[in-house]
């Protein structure tokens, strides 16, 4: 990792590095793999290679059809400059599909479409598991006004407007997924990661999982699920 600066953070799937603008980081993404609040550790090998380049690849799309990201450019196998942002403490799922927790809260059918999709808000604090909280509780701990919360809630909503036809045209299903935001010049922009880790994603001609769940439940191929995620989105 020539000309990056000093490590600033890590976090269970990625390293960020200081770069040679102030204004801007390099994430580095790792293959360690973590389920139910990093009780479950282990590795996916090549995991970190397949989300930069699946991520890289979905930024892009979503920036052509006018999501702001803080991606600027995929440097490496593992390395993604992006603009430098203050995270929101906010996860931000959209789900189209019951599926995963939803399911057991609500005592819903597992696969049961959910027309329009709805967005659900987790409080980013690894101490108290992420739990799920609505609008008055991130009032309440002045995480988030109404208003940017409301922008959220659109942003999320316009992304899987773009993500969910992508994943069908590939013979995917858009389950669910988790977004992360942050502050950019006083601008709201997407974050993170969009992978195998953050999105449910359903073969849609054998229903099979090809995402994180494969780990979380101990289903094996995982790698091979991975890599067929990269082959269909990235061609």
């Known amino acids: 990792m020539d000309g990056i600066g000093p490590m600033l ?17 390099v994430q580095y993404f790792k293959d360690d793999a973590t389920a139910f609040n990093a009780e479950k550790r282990g590795t996916i090998i090549d995991k970190g290679v ?17 999501v702001s990201t803080h991606f600027l450019e995929r440097l490496s196998e593992r390395e993604m400059l992006t603009r430098k942002v203050t995270i929101v403490p906010v996860e931000v799922v959209v789900r189209n599909v019951v599926a995963g927790s939803l399911a057991k809260r609500l005592g819903l059918q597992v696969g049961e479409a959910i027309e329009p999709a709805i967005v659900e808000f987790y409080y980013k604090n690894d101490a108290l598991g992420d739990p799920l909280v609505n609008d008055d509780h991130l009032r309440l701990m002045n995480v988030a006004t109404p ?12 992304v899987n407007v773009v993500l969910k036809p992508f994943f069908a045209e590939r013979k995917m299903q858009l389950v669910d997924f988790k977004l992360e935001f942050g502050v950019c010049h006083n601008k709201l922009i997407l974050a993170d990661e969009i992978s195998p880790d953050t999105c449910r994603l359903w073969d849609m001609a054998t229903g099979e999982s090809m995402d994180k769940d494969r780990f979380r439940k101990d289903m094996g191929k995982i790698e091979e699920a991975y890599q067929e995620v990269l082959r269909r989105v990235c061609g």
């Not at 269970?12 to 603008?21: E, P, Q």
């Open 50 to 66: 397949i989300n930069n380049k699946v991520s890289e690849r979905l930024f892009k799309l979503l920036e052509e059809r006018g």
């Open 9 to 25: 953070y890590e976090g269970k799937a990625k390293k960020i590095f200081a770069a040679s603008r102030p204004d801007q980081v």
């Open 147 to 158: 208003a940017v919360l409301r922008e959220l809630r659109d942003l999320a909503q316009r």
